[in-house]
């Protein structure tokens, strides 16, 4: 599917995506004594690729909770597919809303953290709804649990710090770029986050590296002296 923000085929894939790892790996987990799991969907769909390369022959696809059956990988796919739905269901954003009218920015968000979030979560920004996810060229991974489905979480774990993009022509350099946040650290300042519509957008804003260009963008003017001898 196409991950952008209002994508409802991408809802429904990163939940079965982590539905088909917690039907494949948390029985055997839960009876060696392993309390949890956790791994983003590259991990569970390259494990999977490996399963069937290997020719679905792997033990990984029974349940070793069932002793009187021997699930097969179509089982555990239509397993995973029905509690998929139910999962969806159970997350009170989706409440009410048509299956094929969910959003993937409903609950895929981006969320900047201050250095002070150890302490409080007041000063951070967001979350934002942002497409992408762990298989696009907009990087947007997450990371979860197998352990507990409903509850996966689709914060944005990391991401690019910048976005540059440096244009050669006839006419010299033309330099775009994109930051996530602003150009003033202090909290509350009126350029502290008001690059970040654009960020999240993937509107470019264009870098000024001429001298001429550059003054003439400029919004602020700051004459430094030398200080007197006196």
């Known amino acids: 599917p196409q991950v952008v923000s209002d994508s ?42 490996k399963l069937y390369e290997d020719g679905n022959t792997s033990v990984l696809w029974d349940d070793v909770t069932t002793e009187d059956t021997t699930e097969t990988p179509a ?6 597919f029905d509690k998929t739905v139910e999962d969806i269901r159970t997350r009170e954003v989706f409440d009410g809303i048509p299956i094929d009218q969910l959003a993937w920015g409903r609950i895929h968000g981006i969320l900047f953290e201050n250095p002070m979030s150890m302490l ?14 762990n298989f696009t060229v907009n990087v947007a991974p997450y ?3 197998f352990f507990d489905p409903p509850s996966a979480d689709f914060i944005v774990t990391h991401g690019p710090s910048m976005r540059m993009v440096h244009k050669i022509t006839s006419e010299g350099i033309v330099s775009y770029y994109q930051l996530p946040g602003g150009a003033d650290e202090t909290i509350g300042a009126s350029h502290f986050d008001d690059l970040l519509n654009n ?16 003054k003439a963008a400029g919004f602020e003017k700051v004459s430094l002296f030398k ?3 006196n």
């Open 143 to 145: 990371d979860n649990t």
């Open 199 to 214: 960020f999240m957008d993937n509107k470019a804003v264009i870098m000024h590296i001429a001298w001429d260009e550059a």
């Open 8 to 49: 409802a085929a991408t809802v429904f894939y990163a939940h079965l995506i982590i539905r088909l790892g917690h039907e494949l790996f948390v029985d055997e987990a839960e009876k060696y004594g392993i309390e949890t799991l956790r791994a983003g969907p590259r991990v569970i769909s390259e494990a999977i690729r």
């Open 120 to 133: 409080t979560a007041e000063y951070d920004v967001g979350p934002y709804g942002s497409g992408g996810d």
């Open 75 to 80: 089982d555990i796919f239509t397993r995973a």
């Open 227 to 229: 200080a007197s001898d």
